[in-house]
Protein backbone atom coordinates (compact mmCIF):
# COMPACT_ATOMS: atom_id res chain seq x y z
CA UNK A 1 0.00 0.00 0.00
CA UNK A 2 1.66 3.45 -1.04
CA UNK A 3 2.14 6.03 1.59
CA UNK A 4 -0.81 8.06 0.61
CA UNK A 5 -2.98 5.54 1.30
CA UNK A 6 -1.68 4.72 4.58
CA UNK A 7 -3.43 7.95 5.87
CA UNK A 8 -6.87 7.65 7.44
CA UNK A 9 -9.41 9.74 9.43
CA UNK A 10 -9.57 7.27 12.06
CA UNK A 11 -6.92 4.44 13.07
CA UNK A 12 -8.06 1.91 15.08
CA UNK A 13 -6.01 0.01 17.50
CA UNK A 14 -7.71 -3.56 18.23
CA UNK A 15 -10.91 -5.17 16.01
CA UNK A 16 -12.63 -6.42 19.54
CA UNK A 17 -16.64 -5.25 20.27
CA UNK A 18 -15.58 -1.27 21.12
CA UNK A 19 -12.85 -1.00 18.51
CA UNK A 20 -14.87 -2.51 15.44
CA UNK A 21 -18.15 -1.03 16.07
CA UNK A 22 -16.32 2.23 16.27
CA UNK A 23 -14.88 1.59 12.75
CA UNK A 24 -18.17 0.63 11.47
CA UNK A 25 -19.85 3.82 13.06
CA UNK A 26 -17.53 5.84 11.93
CA UNK A 27 -17.27 4.63 7.93
CA UNK A 28 -20.80 4.97 8.04
CA UNK A 29 -20.40 8.59 8.96
CA UNK A 30 -18.51 8.82 5.92
CA UNK A 31 -14.24 8.71 7.81
CA UNK A 32 -12.22 6.52 6.02
CA UNK A 33 -10.66 3.43 8.79
CA UNK A 34 -7.88 1.25 9.36
CA UNK A 35 -8.73 -1.06 11.68
CA UNK A 36 -5.74 -2.94 13.24
CA UNK A 37 -6.47 -7.04 14.66
CA UNK A 38 -3.70 -9.18 15.21
CA UNK A 39 -6.26 -12.12 15.78
CA UNK A 40 -9.80 -12.04 14.44
CA UNK A 41 -12.01 -9.23 13.97
CA UNK A 42 -14.80 -9.84 16.57
CA UNK A 43 -12.26 -10.00 19.53
CA UNK A 44 -12.53 -11.69 22.78
CA UNK A 45 -16.45 -11.47 23.19
CA UNK A 46 -17.21 -13.08 19.76
CA UNK A 47 -14.20 -15.83 19.84
CA UNK A 48 -13.40 -16.46 22.91
CA UNK A 49 -16.02 -14.90 25.95
CA UNK A 50 -19.97 -14.21 24.88
CA UNK A 51 -20.78 -16.11 22.33
CA UNK A 52 -19.09 -19.17 22.83
CA UNK A 53 -20.35 -19.71 26.73
CA UNK A 54 -23.65 -18.67 25.74
CA UNK A 55 -24.03 -21.59 23.41
CA UNK A 56 -22.37 -23.79 25.88
CA UNK A 57 -25.05 -22.42 28.93
CA UNK A 58 -27.52 -22.98 26.26
CA UNK A 59 -26.37 -26.40 25.18
CA UNK A 60 -26.60 -27.01 29.30
CA UNK A 61 -29.91 -26.08 29.24
CA UNK A 62 -31.21 -28.01 26.86
CA UNK A 63 -29.29 -31.17 28.51
CA UNK A 64 -31.59 -29.90 31.88
CA UNK A 65 -34.72 -30.14 29.61
CA UNK A 66 -34.32 -33.69 28.87
CA UNK A 67 -33.12 -34.70 32.69
CA UNK A 68 -36.29 -33.15 33.57
CA UNK A 69 -38.54 -33.49 31.36
CA UNK A 70 -40.98 -35.63 32.99
CA UNK A 71 -42.14 -32.58 35.75
CA UNK A 72 -43.98 -31.31 32.29
CA UNK A 73 -45.27 -35.21 31.79
CA UNK A 74 -42.56 -35.82 28.91
CA UNK A 75 -40.78 -39.04 30.03
CA UNK A 76 -37.34 -39.42 28.57
CA UNK A 77 -33.71 -40.28 29.34
CA UNK A 78 -30.49 -37.97 28.84
CA UNK A 79 -28.20 -40.92 27.60
CA UNK A 80 -25.31 -38.76 27.50
CA UNK A 81 -23.69 -35.38 26.77
CA UNK A 82 -21.10 -35.23 23.58
CA UNK A 83 -18.61 -32.61 24.37
CA UNK A 84 -17.45 -32.54 20.61
CA UNK A 85 -20.79 -32.52 19.51
CA UNK A 86 -21.46 -29.11 22.30
CA UNK A 87 -17.79 -27.97 21.00
CA UNK A 88 -19.25 -28.23 17.15
CA UNK A 89 -21.79 -26.30 17.95
CA UNK A 90 -20.34 -23.61 19.81
CA UNK A 91 -18.16 -23.62 17.52
CA UNK A 92 -20.61 -22.99 14.34
CA UNK A 93 -22.46 -20.51 15.62
CA UNK A 94 -19.01 -18.59 16.17
CA UNK A 95 -17.82 -19.20 12.82
CA UNK A 96 -21.50 -18.24 11.13
CA UNK A 97 -21.18 -14.90 13.01
CA UNK A 98 -17.46 -14.29 12.27
CA UNK A 99 -17.88 -14.56 8.76
CA UNK A 100 -21.08 -12.35 8.85
CA UNK A 101 -19.09 -9.73 10.53
CA UNK A 102 -15.97 -10.08 8.12
CA UNK A 103 -18.02 -9.19 5.23
CA UNK A 104 -20.24 -6.48 6.91
CA UNK A 105 -16.64 -4.95 7.68
CA UNK A 106 -15.83 -5.40 3.76
CA UNK A 107 -19.04 -3.95 2.96
CA UNK A 108 -18.16 -0.56 4.58
CA UNK A 109 -14.78 -0.48 3.29
CA UNK A 110 -12.83 -0.19 6.20
CA UNK A 111 -8.97 -1.40 5.39
CA UNK A 112 -8.10 -4.31 8.16
CA UNK A 113 -4.73 -4.54 9.11
CA UNK A 114 -3.51 -7.65 9.95
CA UNK A 115 -0.60 -8.03 12.54
CA UNK A 116 -0.13 -6.81 16.10
CA UNK A 117 -0.05 -2.55 16.30
CA UNK A 118 1.97 -0.41 18.31
CA UNK A 119 1.19 3.57 19.21
CA UNK A 120 4.69 4.70 17.61
CA UNK A 121 3.49 8.34 17.89
CA UNK A 122 0.17 10.06 18.98
CA UNK A 123 -0.88 9.72 15.53
CA UNK A 124 0.91 6.71 14.33
CA UNK A 125 0.00 3.22 14.43
CA UNK A 126 3.00 0.98 13.40
CA UNK A 127 2.20 -2.84 12.28
CA UNK A 128 5.14 -5.14 11.13
CA UNK A 129 7.53 -1.90 10.56
CA UNK A 130 4.41 -0.27 8.70
CA UNK A 131 3.11 3.03 9.73
CA UNK A 132 -0.73 4.07 9.24
CA UNK A 133 -1.73 7.41 9.98
CA UNK A 134 -4.64 8.69 11.44
CA UNK A 135 -6.15 12.29 12.09
CA UNK A 136 -7.51 10.78 15.52
CA UNK A 137 -6.58 7.16 16.89
CA UNK A 138 -8.68 5.05 18.99
CA UNK A 139 -7.06 2.54 21.54
CA UNK A 140 -9.15 -0.72 21.97
CA UNK A 141 -6.82 -3.42 22.72
CA UNK A 142 -9.06 -5.39 25.13
CA UNK A 143 -8.58 -7.13 28.19
CA UNK A 144 -6.55 -10.44 29.55
CA UNK A 145 -7.60 -13.12 32.18
CA UNK A 146 -6.09 -12.02 34.87
CA UNK A 147 -4.47 -14.56 37.44
CA UNK A 148 -3.22 -14.86 41.23
CA UNK A 149 0.45 -14.39 42.03
CA UNK A 150 1.89 -17.57 42.42
CA UNK A 151 -1.06 -19.00 40.84
CA UNK A 152 0.21 -20.17 36.91
CA UNK A 153 -2.33 -20.99 34.49
CA UNK A 154 -1.04 -24.03 32.29
CA UNK A 155 -4.03 -24.79 30.16
CA UNK A 156 -4.53 -28.11 31.23
CA UNK A 157 -5.22 -29.08 35.04
CA UNK A 158 -5.76 -25.19 36.01
CA UNK A 159 -7.07 -22.85 33.30
CA UNK A 160 -8.34 -20.03 31.96
CA UNK A 161 -11.97 -19.38 30.57
CA UNK A 162 -10.21 -20.14 27.39
CA UNK A 163 -9.01 -23.34 27.97
CA UNK A 164 -12.23 -24.09 30.00
CA UNK A 165 -14.51 -23.59 26.64
CA UNK A 166 -12.76 -25.98 24.54
CA UNK A 167 -12.24 -29.19 26.85
CA UNK A 168 -12.68 -32.38 25.14
CA UNK A 169 -13.82 -34.21 27.95
CA UNK A 170 -16.02 -32.67 30.43
CA UNK A 171 -14.90 -32.47 34.17
CA UNK A 172 -15.93 -35.30 36.79
CA UNK A 173 -15.50 -32.78 39.44
CA UNK A 174 -14.29 -28.67 38.71
CA UNK A 175 -13.08 -26.32 41.13
CA UNK A 176 -13.81 -23.12 40.31
CA UNK A 177 -12.09 -19.99 41.36
CA UNK A 178 -14.11 -16.72 41.79
CA UNK A 179 -17.93 -16.94 41.77
CA UNK A 180 -18.12 -13.68 39.78
CA UNK A 181 -19.41 -13.25 36.07
CA UNK A 182 -17.41 -15.87 34.60
CA UNK A 183 -16.96 -18.15 37.51
CA UNK A 184 -20.80 -18.65 37.61
CA UNK A 185 -20.97 -19.27 34.22
CA UNK A 186 -19.23 -22.15 33.91
CA UNK A 187 -20.05 -23.41 37.22
CA UNK A 188 -23.71 -23.39 35.91
CA UNK A 189 -23.13 -24.97 32.01
CA UNK A 190 -20.90 -27.81 33.75
CA UNK A 191 -23.42 -28.82 36.16
CA UNK A 192 -25.97 -28.81 33.67
CA UNK A 193 -23.47 -31.04 30.93
CA UNK A 194 -23.44 -33.47 34.13
CA UNK A 195 -20.16 -32.14 35.90
CA UNK A 196 -19.96 -31.74 39.94
CA UNK A 197 -18.81 -28.11 40.38
CA UNK A 198 -17.49 -25.94 43.56
CA UNK A 199 -17.17 -22.66 43.46
CA UNK A 200 -14.31 -20.33 45.62
CA UNK A 201 -15.42 -17.18 46.66
CA UNK A 202 -13.43 -15.00 48.87
CA UNK A 203 -16.07 -12.57 49.37
CA UNK A 204 -19.35 -13.24 51.37
CA UNK A 205 -21.63 -13.64 48.26
CA UNK A 206 -21.55 -14.86 44.11
CA UNK A 207 -22.14 -12.05 41.61
CA UNK A 208 -20.86 -9.87 44.56
CA UNK A 209 -21.95 -5.90 42.08
CA UNK A 210 -25.43 -7.01 42.08
CA UNK A 211 -27.72 -6.10 44.43
CA UNK A 212 -27.67 -8.34 47.71
CA UNK A 213 -31.44 -10.03 46.73
CA UNK A 214 -29.69 -11.24 43.19
CA UNK A 215 -26.45 -12.73 44.82
CA UNK A 216 -29.18 -14.42 47.60
CA UNK A 217 -32.07 -15.83 45.00
CA UNK A 218 -28.55 -17.45 42.84
CA UNK A 219 -26.36 -18.61 45.62
CA UNK A 220 -29.61 -20.70 47.04
CA UNK A 221 -30.56 -21.78 43.69
CA UNK A 222 -27.04 -23.05 42.79
CA UNK A 223 -27.22 -24.81 46.07
CA UNK A 224 -30.44 -26.37 45.28
CA UNK A 225 -28.84 -28.01 41.88
CA UNK A 226 -25.77 -29.39 43.71
CA UNK A 227 -23.40 -26.81 43.09
CA UNK A 228 -20.96 -25.94 46.21
CA UNK A 229 -20.86 -22.90 47.14
CA UNK A 230 -17.57 -21.73 49.60
CA UNK A 231 -18.02 -17.96 49.86
CA UNK A 232 -16.06 -15.72 52.28
CA UNK A 233 -13.20 -18.41 51.30
CA UNK A 234 -9.70 -17.59 49.97
CA UNK A 235 -7.85 -19.48 47.75
CA UNK A 236 -3.97 -20.54 49.41
CA UNK A 237 -2.79 -22.86 46.73
CA UNK A 238 -2.96 -25.54 44.23
CA UNK A 239 -1.21 -28.83 43.64
CA UNK A 240 -1.77 -31.17 40.99
CA UNK A 241 -2.56 -34.76 42.05
CA UNK A 242 -2.60 -37.88 39.85
CA UNK A 243 -6.21 -37.31 39.33
CA UNK A 244 -6.12 -33.48 38.72
CA UNK A 245 -5.59 -30.86 41.42
CA UNK A 246 -5.82 -30.25 45.09
CA UNK A 247 -6.62 -26.74 45.75
CA UNK A 248 -6.05 -25.55 49.45
CA UNK A 249 -7.92 -22.46 51.01
CA UNK A 250 -6.93 -20.55 53.46
CA UNK A 251 -8.69 -22.14 55.97
CA UNK A 252 -6.68 -24.74 55.94
CA UNK A 253 -8.99 -26.96 54.13
CA UNK A 254 -8.33 -28.83 50.94
CA UNK A 255 -10.89 -29.62 47.85
CA UNK A 256 -9.87 -32.02 45.28
CA UNK A 257 -11.08 -31.58 41.70
CA UNK A 258 -9.91 -32.67 38.08
CA UNK A 259 -9.27 -29.28 37.02
CA UNK A 260 -9.16 -25.74 38.39
CA UNK A 261 -10.46 -22.94 35.96
CA UNK A 262 -9.25 -19.39 37.72
CA UNK A 263 -11.97 -16.76 36.87
CA UNK A 264 -10.79 -13.84 39.35
CA UNK A 265 -10.91 -11.01 36.77
CA UNK A 266 -9.63 -9.38 33.52
CA UNK A 267 -7.03 -6.70 33.45
CA UNK A 268 -6.17 -4.46 30.51
CA UNK A 269 -4.03 -5.19 27.72
CA UNK A 270 -2.15 -1.89 27.90
CA UNK A 271 1.09 -3.20 28.21
CA UNK A 272 3.77 -3.38 25.61
CA UNK A 273 1.86 -1.15 23.12
CA UNK A 274 3.73 1.90 23.03
CA UNK A 275 0.81 3.52 25.49
CA UNK A 276 3.43 4.90 28.13
CA UNK A 277 5.88 5.55 25.47
CA UNK A 278 3.38 7.95 24.02
CA UNK A 279 3.15 9.62 27.28
CA UNK A 280 -0.89 8.73 27.69
CA UNK A 281 -1.82 8.83 31.01
CA UNK A 282 -2.59 5.40 32.42
CA UNK A 283 -3.88 4.27 35.91
CA UNK A 284 -3.24 0.46 37.02
CA UNK A 285 -3.03 -0.59 33.25
CA UNK A 286 -6.27 1.43 32.34
CA UNK A 287 -6.17 4.21 29.76
CA UNK A 288 -7.19 7.39 31.86
CA UNK A 289 -9.83 9.05 29.80
CA UNK A 290 -12.29 12.30 29.76
CA UNK A 291 -16.22 11.65 30.01
CA UNK A 292 -15.88 11.90 25.86
CA UNK A 293 -13.08 8.89 26.09
CA UNK A 294 -10.45 11.56 25.04
CA UNK A 295 -6.71 9.77 26.71
CA UNK A 296 -5.02 12.82 27.97
CA UNK A 297 -2.87 13.04 24.79
CA UNK A 298 -5.04 14.85 22.25
CA UNK A 299 -5.94 12.81 19.29
CA UNK A 300 -6.10 9.99 20.93
CA UNK A 301 -9.02 8.10 22.32
CA UNK A 302 -9.62 4.88 24.36
CA UNK A 303 -12.75 2.03 24.08
CA UNK A 304 -14.12 -0.75 25.98
CA UNK A 305 -12.09 -2.81 28.78
CA UNK A 306 -8.94 -0.60 28.36
CA UNK A 307 -11.37 2.32 30.15
CA UNK A 308 -11.85 1.42 33.75
CA UNK A 309 -15.01 0.01 34.24
CA UNK A 310 -17.22 -2.70 34.02
CA UNK A 311 -16.12 -5.14 31.14
CA UNK A 312 -18.55 -5.97 29.24
CA UNK A 313 -19.35 -6.49 25.23
CA UNK A 314 -22.29 -3.97 24.69
CA UNK A 315 -20.37 -0.97 26.72
CA UNK A 316 -17.31 -1.24 24.22
CA UNK A 317 -20.07 -1.37 21.50
CA UNK A 318 -21.42 1.72 22.51
CA UNK A 319 -17.97 3.66 23.42
CA UNK A 320 -16.87 2.42 19.89
CA UNK A 321 -20.24 4.56 18.51
CA UNK A 322 -19.56 7.36 20.97
CA UNK A 323 -15.85 8.13 19.70
CA UNK A 324 -17.03 7.89 16.00
CA UNK A 325 -19.66 10.20 16.39
CA UNK A 326 -17.83 12.70 18.46
CA UNK A 327 -14.47 12.80 16.18
CA UNK A 328 -17.33 13.32 13.07
CA UNK A 329 -18.90 16.56 15.00
CA UNK A 330 -22.36 15.44 16.15
CA UNK A 331 -21.58 15.84 19.57
CA UNK A 332 -22.98 12.84 21.05
CA UNK A 333 -24.10 13.21 25.33
CA UNK A 334 -21.86 11.13 27.51
CA UNK A 335 -22.12 7.27 28.18
CA UNK A 336 -23.92 7.19 31.92
CA UNK A 337 -22.71 4.28 33.03
CA UNK A 338 -24.90 3.09 35.61
CA UNK A 339 -27.39 3.11 32.44
CA UNK A 340 -25.72 -0.29 31.12
CA UNK A 341 -27.40 -3.33 31.31
CA UNK A 342 -25.61 -6.30 33.16
CA UNK A 343 -26.47 -10.06 32.72
CA UNK A 344 -25.27 -13.20 34.43
CA UNK A 345 -26.32 -16.02 32.09
CA UNK A 346 -26.65 -18.42 34.95
CA UNK A 347 -29.37 -21.00 35.23
CA UNK A 348 -31.30 -19.04 36.95
CA UNK A 349 -30.05 -15.85 35.22
CA UNK A 350 -29.27 -12.52 37.06
CA UNK A 351 -29.64 -9.00 35.23
CA UNK A 352 -29.95 -5.67 36.14
CA UNK A 353 -29.83 -1.59 35.38
CA UNK A 354 -29.56 1.32 36.99
CA UNK A 355 -28.17 0.93 41.34
CA UNK A 356 -28.64 -1.74 44.11
CA UNK A 357 -30.68 -0.98 46.89
CA UNK A 358 -27.45 -0.22 49.11
CA UNK A 359 -26.16 1.97 46.18
CA UNK A 360 -29.24 3.68 45.43
CA UNK A 361 -29.85 4.51 49.60
CA UNK A 362 -25.57 5.54 49.47
CA UNK A 363 -26.27 8.27 47.15
CA UNK A 364 -29.77 9.10 47.96
CA UNK A 365 -30.18 8.64 51.63
CA UNK A 366 -31.99 6.00 53.10
CA UNK A 367 -35.39 7.83 53.60
CA UNK A 368 -35.26 9.13 49.85
CA UNK A 369 -35.21 5.75 48.44
CA UNK A 370 -37.70 2.95 48.16
CA UNK A 371 -38.25 -0.71 46.42
CA UNK A 372 -40.53 -2.99 46.01
CA UNK A 373 -39.84 -6.97 45.20
CA UNK A 374 -42.56 -9.07 43.02
CA UNK A 375 -42.04 -12.58 43.53
CA UNK A 376 -42.39 -14.61 40.15
CA UNK A 377 -44.67 -16.99 42.16
CA UNK A 378 -47.58 -14.75 41.09
CA UNK A 379 -46.22 -14.82 37.46
CA UNK A 380 -47.95 -16.66 34.92
CA UNK A 381 -45.76 -17.60 32.73
CA UNK A 382 -42.45 -18.31 35.51
CA UNK A 383 -44.76 -20.66 36.52
CA UNK A 384 -45.15 -22.38 33.55
CA UNK A 385 -41.09 -22.12 33.12
CA UNK A 386 -41.48 -23.22 36.50
CA UNK A 387 -38.20 -20.58 37.64
CA UNK A 388 -38.35 -18.77 40.69
CA UNK A 389 -36.83 -15.75 41.21
CA UNK A 390 -38.41 -11.73 41.40
CA UNK A 391 -38.27 -8.33 40.24
CA UNK A 392 -37.17 -5.94 42.56
CA UNK A 393 -37.37 -2.04 41.20
CA UNK A 394 -35.60 0.86 43.67
CA UNK A 395 -37.12 4.13 43.21
CA UNK A 396 -36.50 7.71 44.44
CA UNK A 397 -39.56 7.92 46.54
CA UNK A 398 -40.65 11.08 44.69
CA UNK A 399 -38.76 10.33 41.60
CA UNK A 400 -37.81 7.75 38.99
CA UNK A 401 -36.89 4.31 38.71
CA UNK A 402 -33.07 4.14 40.18
CA UNK A 403 -32.75 0.76 39.53
CA UNK A 404 -34.19 -2.54 38.45
CA UNK A 405 -33.18 -6.06 39.65
CA UNK A 406 -34.09 -9.51 38.40
CA UNK A 407 -33.58 -13.00 39.07
CA UNK A 408 -35.19 -16.30 37.67
CA UNK A 409 -35.00 -18.02 34.02
CA UNK A 410 -35.02 -15.77 31.33
CA UNK A 411 -34.50 -12.55 33.03
CA UNK A 412 -32.01 -11.34 31.00
CA UNK A 413 -34.45 -10.70 28.35
CA UNK A 414 -36.22 -8.72 30.60
CA UNK A 415 -33.46 -6.14 30.94
CA UNK A 416 -34.91 -4.41 27.49
CA UNK A 417 -37.40 -2.85 28.71
CA UNK A 418 -36.21 -2.34 32.20
CA UNK A 419 -33.16 -0.35 30.75
CA UNK A 420 -35.63 1.90 29.32
CA UNK A 421 -37.62 2.72 32.25
CA UNK A 422 -34.06 3.54 34.00
CA UNK A 423 -32.54 5.48 31.16
CA UNK A 424 -35.67 7.55 30.21
CA UNK A 425 -35.65 8.30 34.00
CA UNK A 426 -39.43 6.90 33.85
CA UNK A 427 -41.56 7.10 37.75
CA UNK A 428 -43.08 4.11 38.49
CA UNK A 429 -46.52 5.52 37.74
CA UNK A 430 -45.06 6.31 33.70
CA UNK A 431 -44.89 2.20 34.04
CA UNK A 432 -47.94 1.41 35.53
CA UNK A 433 -50.08 2.58 32.86
CA UNK A 434 -48.31 0.58 30.41
CA UNK A 435 -49.91 -2.35 29.39
CA UNK A 436 -47.94 -5.72 29.67
CA UNK A 437 -48.80 -8.68 27.21
CA UNK A 438 -50.35 -11.99 29.49
CA UNK A 439 -48.84 -14.36 29.95
CA UNK A 440 -45.33 -13.01 29.49
CA UNK A 441 -42.40 -12.32 31.83
CA UNK A 442 -42.81 -8.77 31.36
CA UNK A 443 -45.83 -8.65 33.40
CA UNK A 444 -43.65 -9.53 36.63
CA UNK A 445 -41.84 -5.83 35.48
CA UNK A 446 -45.52 -4.59 34.91
CA UNK A 447 -46.45 -5.82 38.82
CA UNK A 448 -43.63 -4.46 40.26
CA UNK A 449 -43.98 -0.61 39.02
CA UNK A 450 -47.83 -0.94 39.90
CA UNK A 451 -46.89 -2.27 43.34
CA UNK A 452 -44.73 0.97 43.55
CA UNK A 453 -47.11 3.27 42.15
CA UNK A 454 -49.53 2.04 45.02
CA UNK A 455 -51.22 0.01 42.88
CA UNK A 456 -50.47 -3.85 43.48
CA UNK A 457 -52.50 -6.19 41.19
CA UNK A 458 -51.37 -9.44 41.72
CA UNK A 459 -49.96 -9.02 45.01
CA UNK A 460 -51.09 -9.07 48.38
CA UNK A 461 -50.87 -5.49 49.98
P1 LIG B 1 -15.19 -10.74 38.33
O1 LIG B 1 -14.44 -9.55 38.74
O2 LIG B 1 -16.61 -10.63 37.92
O3 LIG B 1 -15.15 -11.85 39.49
C1 LIG B 1 -13.95 -12.32 40.04
C2 LIG B 1 -14.27 -12.90 41.40
O4 LIG B 1 -13.11 -13.56 41.91
C3 LIG B 1 -14.65 -11.84 42.42
O5 LIG B 1 -15.92 -12.14 42.98
C4 LIG B 1 -13.52 -11.92 43.45
O6 LIG B 1 -13.95 -11.64 44.76
C5 LIG B 1 -13.05 -13.35 43.31
N1 LIG B 1 -11.68 -13.55 43.79
C6 LIG B 1 -10.59 -12.79 43.51
N2 LIG B 1 -9.50 -13.26 44.16
C7 LIG B 1 -9.90 -14.35 44.87
C8 LIG B 1 -9.23 -15.27 45.75
N3 LIG B 1 -7.93 -15.13 46.03
N4 LIG B 1 -9.94 -16.27 46.31
C9 LIG B 1 -11.27 -16.38 46.05
N5 LIG B 1 -11.94 -15.55 45.22
C10 LIG B 1 -11.26 -14.54 44.64
O7 LIG B 1 -14.30 -11.38 37.14
P2 LIG B 1 -14.59 -12.57 36.14
O8 LIG B 1 -15.75 -13.40 36.58
O9 LIG B 1 -13.28 -13.24 35.94
O10 LIG B 1 -15.02 -11.82 34.83
C11 LIG B 1 -14.12 -10.91 34.19
C12 LIG B 1 -14.85 -9.85 33.41
O11 LIG B 1 -15.51 -10.41 32.30
C13 LIG B 1 -15.88 -9.17 34.28
O12 LIG B 1 -15.59 -7.81 34.33
C14 LIG B 1 -17.17 -9.42 33.61
O13 LIG B 1 -17.98 -8.28 33.61
C15 LIG B 1 -16.81 -9.88 32.21
N6 LIG B 1 -17.77 -10.92 31.81
C16 LIG B 1 -19.08 -10.59 31.61
C17 LIG B 1 -20.01 -11.54 31.32
C18 LIG B 1 -21.43 -11.14 31.16
O14 LIG B 1 -21.71 -9.96 31.07
N7 LIG B 1 -22.38 -12.07 31.16
C19 LIG B 1 -19.65 -12.96 31.20
C20 LIG B 1 -18.28 -13.21 31.49
C21 LIG B 1 -17.38 -12.21 31.78
Known amino acids: MPETER ?48 ALLHAGEVADAVRHSAAYGINSTLDSVDLAGVNSYKDDVVRRLYKGLQ ?28 PYQGNHVVLASGSYTKSLPD ?45 EVTIIEALPRLVA ?30 EKTEAGVRVSVTSGDTYDGDLLLVAVGRGPN ?32 AVGDIVAGM ?25 NEDGIPRVTYSDP ?40 GFVKVVRHRDGPVLGIHLAGARVGELIGEAQLIYNWEAFPEDVASLVHMHPTQTEALGEAHLALAGKPLHAHS
Open 349 to 388: EVASVGLSDERARQRHGDDAVESVTYDLGGNGKSQILRTQ
Open 7 to 54: KFDLVVLGGGSGGYACALRASQLGLSVALVEEDKVGGTCLHRGCIPTK
Open 270 to 301: TADLGYEAQAIEMDRGFVVTNNRLEASVPGVH
Open 103 to 130: GLIKSRGITVVEGRGTLVSPDTVEVQGT
Open 209 to 238: SEDAACSKALERAFRKRGIGVLANTSFRSV
Open 151 to 195: LAIDGERVLSSWEAMQLEQLPRHAIVLGGGVIGVEFASAWRSLGA
Open 311 to 335: QLAHRGFQHGIFVAEDIAGLRPTPI
